[in-house]
């Protein structure tokens, strides 16, 4: 049975498990001693792998509408974010935007209709749907979207978080 086959775009950006380049003088410095090198000496070293409690990460800020990184994956951001009142109309061009309710009662204000959005529940917003979340009450939400995705996407205003703080 033969490998399967990747694309050469799936492995462009991604650092192979055994680069040859940065271990040159480690087995250069073992060949011939007759010692196999050591696992770790040869590997590029495992990324740090831990749970997020999103309890104790929203417990961390108190402000409405900034959201805050928590995750990142694939290019994507995992957000999380406090929001209390109506937000921006706003759209992503060119992102679609993920929004999980943890706690409160998110309504989703879309041009055509509104969506309530309660806990335990999520709403895709995809690229170029003009909306606005609303929330009566606090709301706590994770927000999963592309990294470079501003919260107010195509408007520009004193709640645009330019830069995120992570936690």
């Not at 033969?2 to 462009?12: D, F, G, K, Y």
């Amino acid at each position: 049975m033969s490998a399967p086959h990747r694309s050469p775009t799936v492995l462009a950006g991604r650092r192979p498990r055994w680069d040859s380049r940065r271990h040159a003088d480690t087995a250069r410095a073992l060949e011939g001693t007759g010692t196999p090198p050591a696992r770790d000496a040869l590997e590029t070293p495992a990324p740090e792998v831990d749970k997020v409690n999103l309890a104790q990460k929203l417990a961390l800020f108190s402000e409405h509408g900034s959201p805050k990184v928590v995750g990142e994956l694939n290019g994507q951001h995992v957000r999380l974010a406090r929001l209390h009142g109506p937000f921006v109309w706003h759209q992503h061009d060119a992102e679609d935007e993920l929004f999980l309710v943890l706690h409160g009662q998110l309504r989703m204000e879309l041009r055509e209709r509104t969506v309530d959005v309660g806990p335990g529940e999520f709403i895709i917003i995809p690229r170029g749907v003009e909306h606005r979340p609303v929330a009566e009450e606090e709301v706590h939400v994770l927000l999963f979207e592309p990294a470079t995705t501003l919260n107010t996407g195509n408007v520009r205003e004193e709640r645009t978080a330019e830069h995120l703080l992570q936690l």
